[in-house]
């Protein structure tokens, strides 16, 4: 039987219609949280996750917002204020760019990478802090293994990844006096609808190939998968987590060892 370690809390994780956000959220929900599904575009995906999530036994909403639309975000954070009264766990999970080498890069690029990961962090941390504080609350923020690896079309995202691991370790500082704890976690290659995006585009051979290459390379033998990713934000939602702060995890299966 599954525990139900975040009974009665109130997670909100963006980006969490696929993938890696969607897979934290439907854990989180197996283990006992009502959870706030954000989208930006796809409405069905993020209802079918709520979907799965209710089936859990806890309420699930979905939520969308542009992460670039400042307002957009704080009239998020003001649903989930109304709708429950309280946010124990935020993970900042969502990104967005173009996988261009950086010169290709045109100025909507570079600010809709930025605004979506950089800008949005802080907008969502400045208006969950009223809704966290006081509740021993959890920031996991979600960055990408090309701020350790030079990847092919990353640059962009690499360079905004690397700012939001700085930040939550500032976050991590500023924010502990209010009894709020602030993580990253670093995935290594995950087998998520982005990741195939970018192979089959910037990979020889595809993603079939990409993928069978991380393989060897990783000392664990596999291709890491989105739930991989969700169990070890879940670590850091949990109580078991409290002396765990400002610190950026990799979870790779041994990929960035070699």
Known sequence: ????????????????????????ALLLARRGADVVVHYRRDEAAAQA?????????????ALRADLRDQEAVT????????QFGRLDLLVANAASTAFKPLLDLAPHNIGMTLDTSVQSLLTLVRSAVPL??????????????DTLRCLPGHGLLGAAKA??????????????????????VVPGFVATDSARLWAD??????????A???????????VGEAED???????????DARWITGQVIVADGGLTLR
């Open 1 to 24: 039987m599954t525990q139900r370690t975040f009974a009665g809390q109130v997670a909100l994780v963006t980006g969490s219609s696929r993938g890696i956000g969607r897979a934290t």
């Open 49 to 61: 996750v709520c979907s799965e999530a209710r089936a859990a036994g806890v309420q699930a909403t």
């Open 75 to 82: 009239a998020l954070l003001a649903q989930v204020g109304s």
């Open 132 to 145: 966290l504080q006081g509740s021993s609350g959890n920031i996991v923020t979600v960055s990408g293994f």
């Open 163 to 184: 700012a939001v691991e700085t930040l939550t370790r500032y976050l991590a500082v500023e924010l502990a006096p209010l009894g709020i704890n602030a993580n990253c």
């Open 201 to 210: 585009t910037h990979e020889p051979g595809g993603y079939a190939a990409a």
């Open 212 to 222: 069978a290459e991380w393989v060897k390379r990783t000392p664990r033998g596999r």
């Open 229 to 239: 990713i969700a169990r070890v934000i879940a670590l850091l939602c949990s109580a």
